[in-house]
């Protein structure tokens, strides 16, 4: 019974911060960061910006990542480290555009609508 509340109020915070960021469309994404594949499937997006900005969120609300665009093909990327965290704003780097994909030697951030 515990273990069941615990479960919803982690999906009704999840989903909180999801709306919050405009996260509530479902895609497929990657997210990968120094070598470690935090997301890689279904999960949830804001949709893609005409520069290519977008927000990612995992299904379950652990990890929340952005492409904030510089300038075309540039872009700074960002996650929330910490699991369920409530924002990503922790710095990852700067990320190239290398096909539909953010990249860099640090990340990898890719978002399939």
Do not use: H
Not at 59 to 78: H, I, M, N, Q, T
Not at 87 to 94: K, P, R
């Amino acid at each position: 019974m515990v273990r069941a509340a615990l479960i919803c109020l982690c999906l009704a915070w999840a989903g909180a911060a999801a709306a919050e960021e405009g996260v509530t469309k479902p895609a497929e994404c990657i997210l990968t960061v120094k070598g470690a594949q935090i997301i890689a499937g279904p999960c949830l997006t804001n949709g893609i910006g005409r520069d290519g900005a977008f927000a990612i969120a995992s299904l379950d609300g652990e990890f929340a990542a952005r492409v904030r665009v510089k300038s075309p093909g540039l872009a700074e990327a960002y996650w929330n480290e910490t699991p369920f965290a409530e924002n990503a704003d922790v710095l990852i780097g700067t990320v190239v555009l290398i096909g539909a994909c953010w990249a860099s030697d640090k990340a990898k951030l890719c978002v399939a609508q």
